[in-house]
């Protein structure tokens, strides 16, 4: 079976750009979570999609936002960017809620 | 509000020997998930073992098992005969309404 996709895997943006990162989870896996991780930070949840209604959201501003889809995959947008935003972003898919969740590669993103 | 604390930003262990990553939990929920997961250099987080609040007896996924102490609200992780391969980031994480992670520990594994 095969696991969590991400794309891009790297990617650079200028600040006030917007970007829109993809997730592809693992066959069968309803829920789709996404974090940010940064040397300062540590992990950080962003959100969480199952059955393509968002469950949980972390506490990060409005400018990121994100959706999922009929078949599970899931999109996160951010917007006007910032050099702040400059981090690992990773998705981790679970058949639930409860499950495991598995992570997929991630997307480096770069704002200059 | 969920709390996951690791202690321990960096461990150094002899090839071949066992090691002990420290983590504690702070929870009101009678149920949650407990996991740890394995970050190499490349960047990818990998599941290694999980954790039931509910489940009576301590994990084990191979070299990796979990010292569960509920009452403590800890949840060690032990890997044996450590391996060159382990050296990563290892990190701690609980799962109620969401998942959140601990801080992470740096492990290296010397020859």
């Known amino acids: 079976k095969a696991g969590v996709t991400q794309t891009p895997r790297y990617l650079i943006k200028t600040r006030g750009q917007q970007v829109t990162l993809s997730c592809s989870p693992i066959s069968g896996h309803r829920s789709v979570s996404w974090y940010q991780q940064t040397p300062g930070q540590g992990l950080q949840f962003l959100f969480e999609y199952f059955s393509e209604t968002q469950r949980n959201k972390g506490n990060f501003p409005g400018r990121f936002s994100g959706r999922q889809f009929s078949n599970s995959r899931s999109e996160m947008n951010v917007s006007t960017l910032e050099l702040g935003d400059s981090a690992l972003y990773l998705c981790?898919?679970?058949?639930?809620?409860?499950?495991?969740?598995?992570f997929g590669p991630g997307t480096r993103l770069t704002v200059l | 509000a969920q709390k996951i604390t690791q202690t321990q930003p960096g461990m150094f262990v002899q090839e071949k020997e066992a090691v002990t990553l420290d983590c504690t939990y702070d929870?009101?929920?009678?149920?949650?998930?407990l996991f740890w997961y394995k970050q190499p250099s490349s960047g990818e987080m990998i599941f290694l073992i999980y954790q039931g609040s509910y489940d009576q007896q301590n994990a084990t996924e191979g070299r990796y098992s979990l010292n569960f102490q509920k009452a403590r609200k800890s949840a060690n992780l032990v890997i044996s005969a450590s391996q060159l391969g382990d050296s990563a980031m290892y990190f701690c994480a609980m799962r109620e309404d969401d998942m959140r992670f601990g801080a992470g520990t740096r492990l290296t594994v010397k020859p």
């Open positions: 929870t009101s929920d009678p149920s949650y998930g």
């Open positions: 981790a898919s679970s058949r639930d809620t409860t499950d495991t969740q598995y």
